[in-house]
């Protein structure tokens, strides 16, 4: 299938190894803000890329395409009722659920400068204009570990659909880029393996933004790899973490 021959062909001798921990269980970590709240269980390499944006009290962040919630979460935790968090989506039916985690999973004085909005991500460069001290764009992508694991998927999957994807994204980053303020911390993040969907979106981003420039994260969990532009967590050798791809760009 063109699946398994496209990444057997991209990871090598490492494909093996790397198929079958995508195939197994992932590394979720308990989320819990207080007593009373819902817990949230999120894989702990993608707390890892949301603790990347470095949010602190009083910041302006966008979390550009947040459903389900479980990094908004994360985001929040680091403003602690200080700022704001425009945590925004634009499906309906993904930001109830949105909606749903926010408000069931954080402290009130939190939740209290939060909001919830379904706007079209590729909108804020021109609508909201150097307006965020701090973006997060964990990017619609390929899902390649659900994908694996759900046959209905796995037989639709395509390189064409991967190429799309990156364009969408790039059209996604370019409009974070115009968004966040001078001086301002933007990560992007995927779920995805191809670095069609990775490095490659970020490198085309900084030739397009010559203002942009990567920020590299210093410390990486036990396992990740380093890439040209960011950092890629993979199952078989991150104890069942991830895939996470992030990559850290500051304004100049």
Known sequence: MEFFDYFSN???????????????????????????LEPYYLDEASVFAAKTLGVEPGDRVLDMCAAPGGKSLVLASGLKGEGSLQSNDRSPDRRLRLSHVLENSLPEQWRSVVSVTGYDGVKFGMHKKESYDRILLDAPCSSDRHVLNAPEHLKVWSVKRVKRLAVEQGSLLASAVDALAPGGTLVYSTCALSPMENDDVVKKILKKRPAMRLDEIAQIPAGADRTECGVHILPDRAAGRGPIYCARLVKG
């Open 10 to 36: 991209l990871f090598g001798e490492r494909w093996p190894a790397l198929l079958e921990a995508l195939k197994g269980e992932g590394c979720a970590t308990e989320l819990r803000f207080g007593d009373g």
